[in-house]
């Protein structure tokens, strides 16, 4: 793959979906692929180091990376900023890389105005109900929360059809190789793929 441009893959969908789950075993067997750090203003929690988990910066830093066109995308959540850096990603594609970004619907639209070169991913759920069944199987959030969750996780989905590809992760292994497919072939080939396996 060395010899193949860099590519900057932006994979997105709704909170429960499997994105890290896909995006891990994705990493594992394809060690060559990067995956982008975030800065953020929230403070390191106690097992995170700077420069591999995030990049921590100050509020203030954060607002001159804004201002300064050093962010490709950024959001913010309860209180605190997120963002990423466009230097380290810019590096790693000119020297031929592939970078994948696991980010939200708003980083994603904001991508595809600074990066729209990227390939934009989505991933959804077999169903809200199947989706709403794997949120309380993780018995981590509140009544009200998982709420929130899926009236967010609708919005988001009504929006899959902005991305270039959409992907059902119904059964993990399969869409994972799925999702291996769409990635590394060529991207001819990747473009006759069908949009969603539904």
């Known amino acids: 793959m060395s010899q ?3 590519k900057l893959i932006v994979l997105t969908g709704p909170s429960g979906v499997g994105k890290g789950t896909l995006l891990k075993l994705l990493l ?3 060690p060559e692929v990067y995956l982008s750090i975030s800065a953020t ?3 390191p929690r106690p097992h995170e180091i700077d420069g591999q988990h995030y990049y921590f910066v100050s509020h203030e830093q954060f607002k001159q990376m804004v201002a300064q066109g050093d962010l490709l995308e950024w959001a913010e959540f ?3 900023c997120y963002g990423t850096p466009r230097l380290p990603v810019e590096q790693r594609i000119q020297q031929g890389q ?3 970004l696991e980010i939200e619907l708003q980083g994603a ?3 595809q105005q600074t ?3 990227a390939l934009r991913v989505f991933i959804l759920p077999p169903s809200l109900a199947e989706l709403e069944k794997r949120i309380r199987d993780r018995a981590q959030d509140s009544e009200a929360a998982i709420i929130r969750r899926l009236q967010r996780a609708a919005e988001e989905i009504a929006a899959a059809d902005e991305f270039d590809l959409q992907v059902v992760n119904d059964q993990l292994q399969t869409t994972l190789t799925w999702l291996e497919a769409a990635l590394f072939l060529s991207q001819e080939t990747a473009s006759r ?3 969603s396996r539904r």
């Open 115 to 117: 990066f729209p070169e």
């Open 193 to 195: 793929l069908p949009t």
């Open 78 to 80: 309860a209180g605190n």
């Open 109 to 111: 639209r904001q991508i």
């Open 28 to 30: 594992q067997r394809h």
């Open 98 to 100: 592939w970078v994948i």
């Open 4 to 6: 193949q441009p860099g």
């Open 41 to 43: 203003t929230r403070p």
